[in-house]
């Protein structure tokens, strides 16, 4: 059982940088992909970036890309989602998700991921 508890979250001003933590727990000898969804209110859920297992690639979102960075500790057990210059539009709760059987195909699509944390609300304002 993959335990994941997100942190980090808050308001931010549009602008300021904001650095998400995802702690994972649990069984900690598979190795898994890891990966960031948001959903704001009234929307669906949306992919935001992922680290495939044993770090062999990184995917990030469009609306995202050169702004948000995803990266890992091993020897901590933690992934982090680095927000650069956010934008009100990324105002979300946002989700850790993990995987360790998922393949590089599927890294964006939710429902492939069998653990989830509780989420982190994250608020930018203009």
């Known amino acids: 059982q993959v335990r994941l508890a997100e942190s980090g979250g808050g308001s931010v001003q549009a602008g300021n940088s904001l650095r998400l933590s995802c702690a994972r727990s649990g069984t900690t000898s598979q190795r898994l992909t890891m990966a960031w969804f948001r959903q704001a209110p009234g929307k669906e859920r949306e992919f935001v970036a992922a680290?495939?297992?044993?770090?062999?690639?990184?995917h990030v979102a469009d609306s995202v890309k050169g702004r948000f960075t995803i990266s890992k500790d091993n020897a901590k057990n933690s992934v982090y989602l680095q927000m650069t210059n956010p934008k009100p539009e990324d105002t979300a709760v946002y989700y850790c998700?993990?995987?360790?059987?998922?393949?590089?195909?599927?890294?964006?699509?939710?429902?492939?991921?069998?653990?989830w944390g509780q989420g982190t609300q994250v608020t930018v304002s203009s």
């Open positions: 998700a993990a995987d360790s059987t998922i393949i590089l195909s599927q890294v964006r699509v939710g429902s492939s991921y069998d653990y």
């Open positions: 680290i495939f297992r044993g770090g062999s690639s990184t």
